[in-house]
């Protein structure tokens, strides 16, 4: 990955020195060597700051809402996950495509932080894959200005997805009796803290004002019970019906391990079932099966 990391740094030193980009959204090494958070850079000697190895796992589409007021134009390093998520923030009209300058790069699929923190340094060639790389279909960007190329050829992917498919854990829920089922369900979601950490790092949760920061409204809740928390889940699955871009991010993030894109996952499917196939995120062009109707549609209207 060294190669790459050095590209970036030139890159990023190049754009921000000629003025073509204000600032630069990357990595960093953090505190600790298996972890490699987001980064802002807007001085070209801070471009050193950069870097690429196994570790970059954040999705970094999300940040640019941070910045979507101000006038800058910002140049972003992204993967196959981080693409998408771009695709998402322009088909919800959250960004404009002027503004941004996109650094491709081919992802042969970051670590698990949290194992490699559990096995140590000494085994760091040991640390699987990121759950979120598992089933990843798009390693390389699905859109980008320009494309990072590693010295000496193609990156490697290291992800074996295809062999499992995409819904393998939905199909092990499916295959449950709706007893099970619901016994899976509540035991995952009755340790839901309510923090929002999914809904935070979620590309595709891009609301100026999110039903859940509204507690007058009474939607939800304050109290943390089985209810209020499977009515949180489903909510927010729901709002992500057909525009989740499967990063993965929103259970990677979750302190308690709740299986979030098993959920996520069992929708996509069952909209893939009844409107045909579909990724979301990937063609900017092509409108999400919930978000157009056809009035030649066979089926009533209600």
Excluded at 64 to 77: G, M, P, R, S, V
Excluded at 79 to 96: F, P, S, T, Y
Aim: charged content about 30%; glycine content about 6%; overall charge negative.
């Amino acid at each position: 990955m060294n190669s790459i990391q050095e590209q970036m740094r030139a890159r990023a030193r190049e754009l921000l020195t000629e003025g073509t980009v204000q600032m630069v959204i990357g990595w960093e090494k953090g505190t600790f060597w298996y972890l490699s958070p987001p980064t802002f850079v807007t001085a070209p000697e801070d471009c050193d700051r950069l870097v690429w190895d196994e570790f970059c796992t954040n999705n970094l589409a999300k940040y640019l809402l941070d910045y979507k007021h101000t006038e800058d134009k910002i140049a972003i390093f992204v993967k196959g996950c981080d693409a998408r998520g771009i695709v998402r923030l322009l088909q919800d009209n959250q960004i404009d495509r002027e503004r941004v300058y996109l650094i491709g790069i081919k992802c042969p699929g970051v670590k698990d932080g949290r194992q490699a923190a559990a096995l140590g340094e000494e085994k760091r060639k040991e640390v699987p894959l990121a759950e979120k790389c598992r089933f990843c279909t798009h390693p390389e960007p699905v859109v980008y200005d320009e494309l990072l190329v590693p010295d000496g050829g193609e990156a490697l992917r290291e992800a074996a997805a295809a062999a499992e498919g995409r819904f393998a854990e939905v199909e092990k829920v499916e295959a449950m009796n709706p007893d099970e089922r619901y016994a899976f369900w509540t035991a995952a979601y009755d340790r839901c803290l309510r923090c929002y950490a999914c809904r935070n790092i979620c590309p595709a949760c891009n609301c100026r004002e999110c039903i859940f920061d509204r507690s007058q409204s009474g939607w939800c809740g304050k109290q943390m019970n089985r209810s209020e928390n499977m009515f949180f889940a489903i909510t927010r699955a729901m709002h992500v019906a057909g525009r989740c871009i499967e990063c993965g991010e929103c259970e990677r993030v979750c302190p308690e391990g709740i299986p979030i894109m098993t959920l996520n996952k069992k929708i996509i499917k069952d909209l893939n079932e009844l409107f045909g196939e579909y990724e979301a995120g990937v063609d900017l062009e092509a409108l999400p099966p919930l978000g157009q109707y056809k009035l030649d549609d066979p089926d009533e209207f209600h």
